[in-house]
Nanobody, 121 residues
Framework: QVHLVESGGGSVQPGGSLTLSCVPSTNINSITYMGWYRQAPGKERELVAVHTRSGITRYADSVKGRFAISRVDANNTMYLRMSRLKPEDTAVYFC???????????????WGQGTQVTVSS
């Protein structure tokens, strides 16, 4: 089972930027689908972004144009670059190993501890 470790969260003002990192316990080249989820207090966990081994990316409408997901094989790391942050982006962010089932991207395996992002003035 792949273990994922997230880092890079913090507190920023609205309009600011953060970059989150995710390091898997295995070679990132072996993971076809990866993504980022987030969970705000009192809300369900939601899918934010997906990255496929072939370079395809998908984003939730709420973050399109502001967030960018990427992988750097040499660093064995997946990133989520977040810009123009809004208070509603406040959540715990989790990276995910995923599967594509009937054209849906779904989380598989275990969850990491997540990393807290807080956007407030």
């Amino acid at each position: 089972q792949v273990h994922l470790v997230e880092s890079g969260g913090g507190s920023v003002q609205p309009g600011g930027s953060l970059t989150l990192s995710c390091v898997p316990s295995t070679n990132i080249n072996s993971i076809t689908y990866m993504g980022w989820y987030r969970q705000a207090p009192g809300k369900e966990r939601e899918l934010v972004a997906v990255h496929t081994r072939s370079g395809i990316t998908r984003y939730a409408d709420s973050v399109k144009g502001r967030f960018a997901i990427s992988r750097v094989d040499a660093n064995n790391t997946m990133y989520l670059r977040m810009s123009r942050l809004k208070p509603e982006d406040t959540a715990v962010y989790f990276c995910s190993e995923m599967a594509n089932i009937n054209s849906d991207y779904l989380h598989i395996g275990s969850w990491g501890q997540g990393t807290q992002v807080t956007v407030s003035s």
